[in-house]
């Protein structure tokens, strides 16, 4: 490999070396975006519900295993390498910002270990081929290599990759997709009828080697699991920003940071960052919108042990109060 290629790596404790600045932001006087209003009422759209509905829709992915929508239950702990100091710090803590605007939890310890890891690296594909040979686990849920090579193939100038846990009704996590020890358990067999003599119970042992134990509530709208975040791996490509302003990059980062987001090849009606890399997209912002903010905290408003159409109907709530469709 070119010695030359300035790259960041992840070290055994999952946190970043950092690497040489790779890109330079274009500082103005005036780097961070104006925070939106608290409620924006969304003009020239006849039918806000109906586009909140599609937005919610397309932006939101559940987790693999708990089928939920996945959020942060842990503080935040986000890190920033590939810019200049000022600049990573800027972007660093924007994120926070963000978290602490919308409810998301918010470590604000010195020292505490990075969850959220973003790299602006000339060569992304690298960082995650890296990843994907070191800790394949933080390329998210897969079952084989197959599907790893696709998680790890780089497709965007800003991509995120999510590791996601599962909680159970007692609070105990567990990442998804990591392997344990599995789960081995005695079934009862029923009877074997009448006019046959039994010398009492039958049981047999199932050893399910790849299974996962955790207590539920047997409740279709409320099982009592839920999906947390449980860490994000970002990654940008300098080459390929350098039109925008570090601010603007900053909230587009932590939306993907904050949420799980499924991002859309199609222009999305509301105005909003998640536009901002969208081909000849005339709904895109420069700075976070009151959609983005409203998509944001009703993700951190909704019921966690929900299914996933309960909580996408929460979600639609919040924002549709939020943008003014809902008294």
Not at 116 to 137: A, G, S
Not at 285 to 295: F, G
Request: charged share 15%; aromatic share 4%.
């Amino acid at each position: 490999m070119n010695a030359k290629m300035r790259r960041c790596i992840f070290p055994a404790a999952l946190a970043l070396t950092l690497c040489q600045p790779v890109f330079a932001a274009a500082q103005g006087a005036e780097t961070k975006p104006a925070a939106p209003t608290e409620s924006v009422t969304v003009t020239g759209i006849k039918d806000i519900e109906a586009a909140v509905s599609k937005f919610v829709g397309a932006m939101t992915v559940p987790t693999r295993v708990a089928e939920k929508l996945a959020r942060w239950k842990v503080g935040v702990c986000p890190i920033t390498a590939g810019l200049r100091p000022e600049a990573a710090k800027f972007v660093t803590k924007r994120v926070k910002d963000l978290a602490a605007q919308v409810g998301a939890p918010v470590n604000d310890s010195n020292s505490c270990p990075p969850n959220i890891e973003i790299v602006f690296t000339t060569t992304p594909q690298d960082l995650i081929d890296t990843v994907r040979i070191k800790y394949p686990v933080l390329l998210g849920y897969h079952d084989n290599s197959a599907q790893a090579e696709r998680l790890a193939t780089v497709t965007r100038p800003i991509q995120a990759w999510y590791t996601t846990a599962t909680q159970d009704l007692r609070g105990n996590p567990q990442v998804d997709g990591v392997r344990t020890g599995g789960v081995t358990m005695q079934v009862l067999m029923p009877d074997v009828g009448e006019g046959v003599i039994s010398s009492g119970p039958s049981y047999v042992t199932m050893n399910m080697p790849n299974a996962t134990a955790g207590s539920v509530t047997g409740n279709r709208l409320g099982d009592g699991l839920s999906s947390n975040l449980h860490h994000v791996v970002i990654a940008a490509e300098p080459a390929k920003l350098l039109e925008y302003e570090v601010g603007t990059l900053a909230d587009y980062i932590a939306m993907l940071a904050l949420s799980q987001i499924q991002l859309s090849d199609s222009c999305q009606e509301l105005p909003s960052i998640l536009n901002l890399l969208v081909p000849d997209c005339s709904q895109t912002a420069k700075a976070l919108t009151a959609v983005d903010i409203a998509y944001l905290r009703g993700l951190y408003k909704m019921t966690p042990t929900a299914n996933v159409h309960v909580q996408r109907g929460e979600m639609m709530y919040q924002m549709g109060r939020s943008l003014g469709a809902r008294p």
